[in-house]
């Protein structure tokens, strides 16, 4: 086995022994501790890889391969391969096929599933979805790619012609993703050290990273995530190329159809900041920040920098670290939309920031949620989040009720009870809860001290929701009905409104304990009708 050696002097864990194979079915990876990449774990790991894509049946084609074409080498590449070896679970299933025709390798894929090659031919990629394979697979010849001034991101002129897959890496992005295992011979294809970058917990661009980052400039972003995700660190001079070309990004040229566009789409960087920030989002920040880039895109989150604040409630900064501070604190794993929450709950600061000589006593932001949520919700239209499947209404809901967590436990349990209602009510909590925690008094401490009440509500209604009491008692024909008893000139257009203001004022008696059951809410409604009518009035 072709391996490469190095240090042991790493950032991230893993350990892998000959004697531990099944470890890495296990192992649950945490960035930022230490670990060691031993000859042993890079075989172990490797073969166990091997025995995976050989025992599941919809990678039978995989064999198959090299018996119908003996002199070929097929590869599994990228990212499964690099996950193996520290540990995290992959399922992505990409191959390169060495010494194939194109058009045999279409004639042989088609017996094992479906195979799409429209097109395929111009870039060398085959689309392959395996029989009883609910996912379609890459199976890609080798290629060199030449990309020319003016073109889009991850367009290029592709070449097959007696390409090399050692050569095929070498227009690959960082050295940790140019990892290859052979699936006949076991061996792993590490032609620019992406193993020992591994070791050293590193994020390095294959050879010159100022021309992999000119080909496609996207690749600024995939690093910051990758780094992101694991926790390694990127190497100097990969750096630097990624804040000397980040304006390649926004550079734009006229289409085939005359329209100005960026070298990056934005539904490209969307992506590539919204993985960033689920896998860390303070680092995400940092090297946003660090490179430039967070100006380009999130300029309201840039403009936090600097911004001061009351040092009788936030000791540990202005704005933009408190923002850092926030998201250092959200629970594990937590939704897309309690992060961007999260980074933009206090974006409205920077207009509503009012210094002691105007307040007359303190640094004052009144009504920085409400600007803060017009402006989160400015910023995702402007990266096109998805609107579809709520994350900018469920985000912008959050930053624009993010300070009622304050004056919660002054509440009518009526009104804390409706807002726990919400669906976004735990997220609530939790955001609250993590700025509570980077709220730091002169002396470092923190109040949290409605955090428990906002739990108990919460507890409450899950409860109530559980044994079936939903947030309405009477519906909008039994309080019509009762309108009719006590007003002869009812009208249901005309006393629309009414029926719903009577509703919700019925909800909020349940919510005080005042009535328990569809019967003493009709009971209370018209002994009560007069004067609840007067109040609405």
């Not at 955090?451 to 519906?475: H, T, Y």
Request: overall charge negative; glycine content about 6%; aromatic content about 8%.
């Amino acid at each position: 086995m072709k391996y490469l050696g190095g240090n042991r002097d790493t950032r991230v864990s893993l350990l892998f022994k000959l004697s531990e194979v099944d470890r890495m079915e296990r192992f649950n990876y945490v960035p930022g501790q230490e670990f060691a990449i031993t000859p042993e774990g890079v075989g172990a790991a490797l073969e166990m890889l091997r025995e995976r894509v050989a025992a599941a049946s919809e990678l039978a084609f995989v064999g198959e391969l090299t018996d119908r074409f003996p002199g070929a080498r097929v590869v599994l590449v990228g990212g499964i391969v690099r996950d193996a070896l520290i540990g995290l679970k992959s399922k992505d299933y990409d191959f390169v096929v060495e010494g194939v025709e194109y058009d045999d390798l279409v004639e042989f894929l088609a017996q094992y599933g479906e195979v799409e090659y429209k097109q395929s031919r111009s870039y060398g990629v085959l689309k392959f979805q395996p029989q009883g394979y609910h996912e379609k697979l890459d199976i890609a010849l080798p290629r060199t790619e030449i990309y020319e001034p003016g073109q889009r991101a991850g367009n290029a002129n592709v070449s097959l012609e007696k390409v090399a897959i050692e050569e095929d890496f070498s227009r690959r992005d960082y050295t940790i993703n140019a990892l290859g295992l052979d699936m006949k011979t076991g061996e792993i294809i590490d032609p620019f050290g992406g193993v020992e970058d591994l070791r050293r917990g590193q994020i390095r661009a294959v050879n010159d990273p100022r021309e992999r980052f000119m080909e496609d400039p996207t690749r600024i972003l995939r690093g910051i995530r990758f780094a992101a995700k694991l926790g390694f660190k990127i190497e100097e001079k990969t750096l630097r190329a990624m804040a000397e070309l980040k304006d390649e990004m926004v550079r734009t040229f006229v289409d085939e159809e005359g329209r100005e566009v960026a070298r990056v789409p934005v539904e490209k960087v969307r992506d590539e900041l919204l993985r960033a920030l689920q896998a860390d989002p303070v680092r995400c920040v940092e090297l946003y920040d660090q490179l430039g880039i967070l100006q380009m895109y999130l300029p309201e989150v840039a403009a936090m920098k600097g911004v001061p604040q009351p040092q009788e409630f936030h000791s540990e900064g202005d704005v933009f670290v408190h923002t850092k501070l926030v998201l250092d604190h959200l629970p594990q794993k937590a939704p897309v939309e309690l992060i961007l929450a999260a980074l933009m709950h206090d974006i409205g600061k920077v207009d509503t920031y009012q210094p002691p000589k105007v307040t007359g006593d303190r640094i004052r932001f009144n009504g920085h949620a409400e600007v803060s949520a017009r402006q989160a919700e400015a910023v995702l239209e402007r990266l096109r989040v998805n609107k579809k499947d709520g994350t900018i209404a469920k985000t912008v809901w959050l930053v624009e009720n993010h300070m009622k967590a304050l004056s919660f436990a002054e509440m009518r349990v009526s009104t804390q009870k409706k807002l726990a209602r919400h669906e976004q009510f735990p997220n609530l909590v939790a955001l609250t809860a993590a700025d509570a925690a980077s709220s730091l008094r002169p002396d470092r401490t923190t109040d949290s001290s409605f955090v428990p009440v906002m739990q108990r509500i919460w507890q409450e209604v899950a409860r109530e929701r559980e044994a079936g009491k939903g947030p309405v008692l009477l519906d909008g024909h039994e309080i019509a009905r009762v309108l009719k008893r006590h007003m002869p000139d009812f009208s249901q257009r005309e006393h629309g409104r009414l029926i719903g203001k009577i509703k919700n004022m019925v909800m909020e008696a349940y919510d005080e304990g005042i009535v328990n059951s569809k019967d003493e809410a009709l009971a209370w409604l018209s002994d009560n009708f007069e004067e609840l009518v007067r109040k609405l009035k």
